[in-house]
T-cell receptor, first 114, second 110 residues
């Protein structure tokens, strides 16, 4: 079974620009979660999508948004980029509703904002 | 909200045993996970505890005490490849999504 894939793997943007990241979950997984990982804050939850609907949301500003398509693939968008948005963005997929419901993480997209 | 604490960094010697602690404060506890993350790689699932006690899986074991809000990950017969960050994550309040601690960076030296 193929793992979670994320594209692109690396991205460099400048302040004020916007960016779209993509995540393809493991086949059969319908839940996709997004996380931001930085050395100072660790792994912080952004949002979760299940069946094309946002089910949970973390404490991030509205500049961070996402969506999920009918094939469970998900995209995350960050508008008006700030220097502090530089981070590793990880997506994770899971079956949902079946304990332990562990999450399977993709390799991440390393975003650098200049 | 949730508060999850784990040591920032630990060092240990190859072949030894190390215990990484995690304490948490939450309401509606619904499971605790441990993940391993090597530098530059994605976190990978190690263990899941929802009931009190010890779960053993090869060289790795995880313990949970719900009344104390405490868990530990025990790594035996340490190998150099065990050098990684270990993330404790707690699920609560009916959510499927766990909250992660900041991770413990384990350095194994010869």
């Amino acid at each position: 079974k193929a793992g979670v894939t994320q594209t692109p793997r690396y991205l460099i943007k400048t302040r004020g620009q916007q960016v779209t990241l993509s995540c393809s979950p493991i086949s059969g997984h319908r839940s996709v979660s997004w996380y931001q990982q930085t050395p100072g804050q660790g792994l912080q939850f952004l949002f979760e999508y299940f069946s094309e609907t946002q089910r949970n949301k973390g404490n991030f500003p509205g500049r961070f948004s996402g969506r999920q398509f009918s094939n469970s693939r998900s995209e995350m968008n960050v508008s008006t980029l700030e220097l502090g948005d530089s981070a590793l963005y990880l997506c994770a997929s899971s079956v949902r509703g079946q304990n332990p419901n562990e999450q399977f993480f993709g390799p991440g997209t390393r975003l650098t904002v200049l | 909200g949730q508060n999850i604490d784990q040591p920032t960094e630990m060092t240990a010697t190859e072949g030894a045993i190390v215990q990484i602690n995690c304490t948490y404060q939450t309401s509606g506890f619904n499971g605790l996970f441990w993940y391993q993350q090597h530098a530059g790689e994605a976190p990978t699932f190690l263990s899941y505890n929802v009931l009190d006690g010890l779960e053993e899986k090869g060289r790795f074991s995880s313990f949970l005490s719900r009344s104390k809000g405490y868990s530990y990950l025990l790594l035996k017969e340490l190998q150099m490849k065990d050098s990684a960050s270990y993330l404790c994550a707690v699920r609560s309040g009916g959510s499927y999504i766990p909250t992660f601690g900041r991770g413990t960076s384990l350095i194994v030296h010869p």
